[in-house]
């Protein structure tokens, strides 16, 4: 059974190398490889509900979460890696326990293993990775995947939180820096979604006019409490930018959505 546990560290390694523990992205990751390899996303429970609507349940009577297989990579002869996504669609809190299971055609190589996530807000998404021992020595026959996220809870309300909401965007009018020179880009706070979900943000700079005068767009990484950094190598909130643009922006908004 394998459990979240946070990445640190300046050079981390590809998820795929690490073993049998769930990774959710944390504060320093700089480059870890965002897409796995190989194999076709599959996934569980209901693509979308309306509001107050009954949840699934399990013949246990647990709540089911949906859930997907996003790709798979073999690391070696009896590993391979899985990336996977949560959605917590009801309207409390909770750690589920994310089953997924790994074969080929026939069954004949197969492996499964248990991942209890951390907690997961209302309406919000989280991503996991983690490793899985298939039998025989029979990683690279691997092609289907499954995956079945649980939870014993009270909560049997669908919420209506579907997307990312950006609740802020502080400190990003153009300034200037000893180090680094002239900058723009700021700090975004969001909605909708865990700590440790990965973004695509876009920041839009305007003048006193409301002219467009830049643009910015960059992979992102929520933290607990909302607001996000930049997700990978070369990508972050800031900007680098000349005195003249630096100086004429007056307002920066930001859109956000699921990377």
């Known amino acids: 059974m394998s459990v979240n546990r946070l990445l640190s560290g300046g050079s981390p390694k590809p998820w795929f190398k690490k073993k049998r523990f769930v990774i959710p992205l944390s504060f320093f990751v700089v480059a870890i490889i965002a897409g796995a390899l190989g ?29 997907s297989v996003d790709g798979y ?36 190589y197969h492996g499964f293993d248990v991942f209890y996530m951390n907690p997961i807000s209302a ?7 983690g490793n899985i021992t298939i039998t025989s020595q029979g ?6 995947s499954s995956i079945s996220c649980t939870a014993n809870t009270s909560d049997k309300a669908v ?3 579907t997307g990312v909401t950006v609740v802020s965007v502080t400190d990003a009018l153009g300034a200037y820096d000893a180090s680094s020179g002239w900058y723009w880009g700021g700090i975004i706070k969001v909605s909708g979604v865990s700590g440790s979900t990965q973004l695509k943000c876009t920041e839009t700079a305007t003048d006193a ?9 960059f992979n992102a990484v929520t933290f607990n409490d909302g607001t996000l950094t930049g997700y990978g190598e070369g990508q972050d909130p800031t900007v680098d930018a000349t005195q003249a643009i630096a100086q004429e922006i007056k307002n920066v908004t930001a859109t956000c959505s699921l990377n």
């Open 39 to 67: 194999g076709t996303k599959s996934s569980t429970g209901p693509s979308s509900a309306s509001a107050g609507a009954s949840a699934s349940t399990d013949s246990s009577g647990a709540r089911v979460y949906p859930a």
């Open 73 to 108: 990579a073999v690391v070696d002869p009896a590993t391979i890696a899985v990336r996977f996504t949560v959605h917590n669609d009801g309207t409390q809190a909770v750690s589920p326990a994310c089953t997924i299971s790994l074969q080929n055609a026939g069954g004949s």
């Open 123 to 129: 309406g919000g998404v989280t991503h996991g990775t």
């Open 139 to 144: 990683a690279q026959f691997v092609t289907q």
């Open 159 to 161: 919420s209506t939180g």
């Open 209 to 217: 006019t409301g002219k467009v005068i830049a643009t910015h767009s």
